[in-house]
């Protein structure tokens, strides 16, 4: 199974949107809602911050949100915060308890 | 609160092995079941072996197929990788991780360890 590709970076201002695409296949992306995304800071393990396409863990902030449109996956942050540089990555179920990740994104605040 | 902490990595030469832990607590270990996931230096995450709670199912990425075997003891709530036949390419911080279904995390890892480093070299 060949990871998703995502962008290898994204940037913008503080307060703008931001959107990181995840495109995959009938096989992974568009088999089910079973896509999630995490946050992950330098030197640190990954955090889960969607889930099932559009779901958010409690505690994770609602400028964070998911969807996903036949068999690719975006995730959309608002009001971008110098807090949220760090890298970003997608994860599909490709079915019999198999995951795929994407090749990461790292956003950055200008 | 649920805590996932490894342990076991370190330097290996090629086509040596090590064997991972990963000591679970919390939780009723036997109830969840567990991955491997890891992070070559500067690249993205790689799901690479499940472990349902009572080991009855159990599944490997192709690129570690044959060479990795993960395995559980629910007594001792620890989850094991061991890993064979090493090459540079298999040089990664290994993190095992949960997905609490139980809390309506379906095949999302919500919960992570802090990783350990695996390095392979001569």
């Known amino acids: 199974q060949s990871a998703l590709t995502q962008p290898a970076s994204v940037s913008g201002s503080p307060g703008q949107s931001i959107t990181i695409s995840c495109p995959g296949s009938?096989?992974?992306?568009?088999?089910?809602?079973?896509v999630s995304w995490y946050q992950q800071h330098p030197g640190k393990a990954p955090k889960l911050i969607i889930y099932?396409?559009?779901k958010r863990p409690p505690g994770v902030s609602n400028r964070f949100s998911g969807s996903k449109s036949g068999s690719t996956a975006s995730l959309t942050i608002s009001g971008l915060q110098a807090e949220d540089e760090a890298d970003y990555y997608c994860?599909?179920?490709?079915?019999?308890?198999?995951?795929?990740f994407g090749t990461g994104t790292k956003v950055t605040v200008l | 609160q649920v805590q996932l902490v490894e342990s076991g990595g370190g330097l290996v030469k090629p086509g040596g092995s090590l064997r991972l832990s990963c000591a679970a607590s919390?939780?009723?270990?036997?109830?969840?079941?567990m991955s491997w996931i890891r992070q070559a230096p500067g690249k993205g995450l790689e799901w690479i072996s499940y472990?349902?709670?009572?080991?009855?199912?159990?599944y490997y990425a192709d690129s570690v197929k044959g060479r990795f075997t993960i395995s559980r003891d629910n007594a001792e709530n620890s989850l094991y990788l061991q890993m064979n036949s090493l090459s540079a390419e298999d040089t990664a911080v290994y993190y095992c991780a949960l997905a609490d279904f139980w809390s309506g995390y379906h095949d999302a890892f919500n919960i992570w360890g802090q990783g350990t480093m695996v390095t392979v070299s001569s």
């Open positions: 099932e396409v559009t």
């Open positions: 919390g939780l009723t270990f036997s109830d969840y079941y």
């Open positions: 994860c599909a179920y490709a079915g019999t308890r198999t995951y795929v």
């Open positions: 009938s096989s992974d992306v568009g088999s089910s809602n079973l």
């Open positions: 472990i349902s709670g009572s080991s009855d199912r159990i």
